[in-house]
């Protein structure tokens, strides 16, 4: 039922680096783009970035470019980001997802993964 698997959170202190990676399945190789996108308690999902297939196009929230990296490899059927600079205000839990073409916009994307835990404290 669960088409992705996202790992790599934690608990870290502000500055540090964390890179999370997910893992999707035969069922979404061929999907057109990834997207990582963050919750934290009592507020709405966030875009934070995506990827085409060909890795080319890669819209990032503008609370994250410079600091964040999105990359994919689709021999590994794995996408990562990896997260500089990391700031408390990045706390939530990061969702991976796939979806037919790149968007800052949830609603496109078919697939979920169930999501990771990252805490930057002060």
């Known amino acids: 039922q669960v088409q992705l698997v996202e790992s790599g959170g934690g608990l870290v202190q502000a500055g540090s680096s964390l890179r999370l990676s997910c893992a999707y399945s035969e069922r979404t190789r061929s999907a057109q783009a990834m997207g990582w996108f963050r919750q934290a308690p009592g507020k709405e999902r966030e875009f934070v970035a995506a990827?085409?297939?060909?890795?080319?196009?890669?819209p990032y929230a503008d609370s994250v470019k410079g600091r964040f990296t999105i990359s994919r490899d689709n021999a590994k059927n794995t996408v990562y980001l990896q997260m500089n600079s990391l700031k408390p205000e990045d706390t939530a839990v990061y969702y991976c997802?796939?979806?037919?073409?790149?968007?800052?916009?949830?609603?496109?994307?078919?697939?979920w993964g169930q999501g990771t835990q990252v805490t930057v404290s002060s």
């Open positions: 990827i085409s297939r060909s890795g080319i196009g890669t």
């Open positions: 997802a796939a979806g037919p073409y790149s968007t800052t916009s949830p609603d496109p994307y078919h697939y």
